[in-house]
Each structure stands twice: as structure tokens, then as C-alpha cells.
């Protein structure tokens, strides 16, 4: 299909090395393809998955499989209809909805293979359901390692870690997740110390090996604990393994350093991270100076953090040929009203005007004073 240059909402290819790729599939014509062929439980399919694996798009599946069950025999569902459906009313948090396509397969006689049973499972864990999660475990004669993570990791979110370690202890095989689903509930309850201690047993596990999550989930123990000597080990290994650029990871580094007291290691971390912040690591480094009494710097990160993400917006909207009204300031002198927009240097009179600016902020005490020179140097590097 040729990128349409007359209407704004079409996608231009896009480029990966000497290849062109087609756009990304829009979801909201995807509902009408049916309608230009005959039903098939195969076509069907194919757009249950890619609605189950959309996150605003849950309600399309299900809307999508009642229809598979009213249109007759062509299209009606199998078993992997199911197994989409299922995987919707996890996500989308839907229980009720979940255990009736349950008491449903039960009805139509299908037996469950091992990837409806774990669709089916995940979604009592998730939505919190744990008694018939447990049930259906009880029932399930093989049980791979996925199975046992979705048990564990329900326990472990729910707060029930007592049960969650039982059946880690009891499983046969581990792998990463496994883990970290032990370290992530063991930190999220406070329970920092036997957070730490499940890392080092895993460090020792052979064949397993840490990856993003289990670094953001055992970071924060570090950082309450004021263990940074394990937390310079982790930030090795990240960068190392190439962890080090995952935006998740960089904010729990920075956090950990602010509250293990070496602001100026957060600082670093906050810089070299400049091109992934988040949100998280804006607030881990502006309480991080507060907290350790550089208010100023706080509140000019706050700033720039501010103003930071108006500009992005802006950005955004161009890129995508978003019109909005531009929002501006207003100032009178001697009679006549000056106009101003973010970034604004078209008047002519600018360098008069920041001038006066940096005067009242000198004068409001947020630039720093003579007593703040040592701190004057590392401040310029935060704000690029």
C-alpha cells in the first residue's frame, strides 16, 4: 500500500538498514476484514490474538469470540479461541468473564492441553483468584516451569509469600523468573534483607542469570538497606551486560546511590541516563537533593524537569501534526501588551528580558549564592 502524502493519519514506511518495513498494523480496520471474505475459525483467530495482545483492545476479543460463538460451525471457536479469550480477561482484569469461558469449555466437552490450562491459571493468578488458581494446579498432571510461575507470582503479588516460597522450594526446575518473582515480592513486602539473600542464592544457581526486572526488584533492597557496595556490583553487571540502557534499571540506580547518601554518583547516573529518564528517575534525583539539603539544585531540576516535558509535548504534537492553540504569557509595559511563548526569542528586546529574569531569580534565592560555589559545577552538566 503507497503511503497516501495528502492525508496526515497514514504511516510512511519505515526503514531498518537498507530494508523497508511496512507500517504497523492499525487494529481499528482490522474488525472489518472479515466482512471482504467468508468467516473462518483460522481468520478468526489471528485477530483474537492480536486483540488479547493489545492493551486497548481486550474488549474487542471478547466481543469478537461471542460473535465466533453465534455465527455456526465454520467459525466457531476452538481451543485456541480459548486460549486468546482467557488471556483478554487476564489482562483486561476481568474474572467473571474468565471463569465463564472456563465453566464453558468445561460444557462443550474440550479437554485442556497444557496452554489453555496455563492461559487458564495465569488469569486466576493475576486477577487475584487464588483458591481456583490452586485447584487447577492441583489438576494439572505435568506441570512445566510456567505453571509454577504463574502460582508463585500470584502468591508473591497477593502478599502471601509464605505460600509463594513453599512452592518455589517444591519445584524442580527454576528459572529467572522464578527468582525474581521471589526477590520482586520479597522487596514490594519490605522484606529487604531475605530479598538480598534470595539474590545471592540465585547468583550462585548456575544457569541462570540476572536480567532487567530482577535488577529493579533487588535495587530498591540495596537502596533501603544502604547496601551500595552490592549496588556498584549490580550497576557493573548492568553495564556489562547491557542492562545498564533499560530506562527502568538506570532510575533504580539512581535511586539506590540518592539513598545510600552519594548524591554525586546519582548525579552521574542521572546524566548518563539523560536520553531515557523517566519520571522515576526525575523524582529519585530531585528528592535525593532535597533530602540531602541541596534544595536549590532540587528545585531547579524541578524546573527543568517541568518545562522539559512542555517542550517534549510540543515536540510530539509537531511530529504528528497536532494543532493546539499555543499557550503564552502576557506582560504589560508603558501600555502595550508583550506576548510570550515557551522558548520565545523573537522580541527584540530578549536579552534585556533575560536579564531582568536572572536578576529576580538571584534576588529569590534560587540561584546560588557565594556559599554554593563548589556545588556551582555539577548543577550546568544535570540541566543538558
Known sequence: MNHDAANPNSCPPRRRGPYWLPPPPDLSHAGRLPDLFPHSTFECNKLLRAYSASPVNFHLCLTLFSSMRRSGRRSSPN????????????????PYNGRALHA??????????????????????????????????????????AVWNSMITGHARSGDLASARELFD???????????SMISGYSQSERYEEAIKMFSRMSEASGVTPNEVTLTSILPACANLGNMELGEKLEAFARKNGLFGNVFVGSS???????????????????????????CSWNSMIMGFAVHG???????????????????????????????????????????????????????????????????????G??????????????????R
Open 79 to 94: 481451543l485456541h479461541s480459548f486460549t486468546f479469550a482467557i488471556s483478554a480477561c487476564a489482562a483486561s482484569s476481568r
Open 104 to 145: 464453558l469449555l468445561s460444557k462443550l466437552g474440550f479437554e485442556l492441553d497444557a496452554f489453555v490450562s496455563t492461559s487458564l491459571l495465569q488469569m486466576y493468578a493475576k486477577t487475584n483468584q487464588l483458591p481456583s488458581a490452586r485447584k487447577l494446579f492441583d489438576e494439572i498432571p505435568h506441570r512445566d516451569v
Open 170 to 180: 517444591d519445584m524442580p526446575v527454576r528459572n529467572v523468573i522464578s527468582w525474581t
Open 253 to 279: 540506580l539512581v535511586e539506590m546511590y540518592a539513598k545510600c547518601g552519594d548524591v554525586g554518583r546519582a548525579a552521574a547516573v542521572f546524566r548518563e541516563i539523560a536520553a531515557h529518564r523517566n519520571v
Open 294 to 364: 541541596r534544595w536549590k539544585e532540587s528545585l531547579l531540576l524541578f524546573q527543568e524537569m517541568k518545562w522539559g516535558r512542555v517542550a517534549s509535548v510540543r515536540r510530539l504534537m509537531k511530529g504528528r501534526r497536532a494543532k493546539k492553540s499555543a499557550g503564552y504569557s502576557l506582560i504589560e509595559s508603558a501600555g502595550s501588551m508583550h506576548r510570550f511563548l515557551v522558548e520565545d526569542k523573537s522580541h527584540p528586546r530578549t536579552e534585556e528580558i533575560y536579564e531582568l529574569l536572572d536578576w529576580i531569580y538571584i534576588t529569590m
Open 366 to 383: 534560587l540561584i546560588f549564592s557565594d556559599s554554593d560555589a563548589g556545588l556551582q559545577g555539577e548543577l550546568p552538566c544535570l540541566c
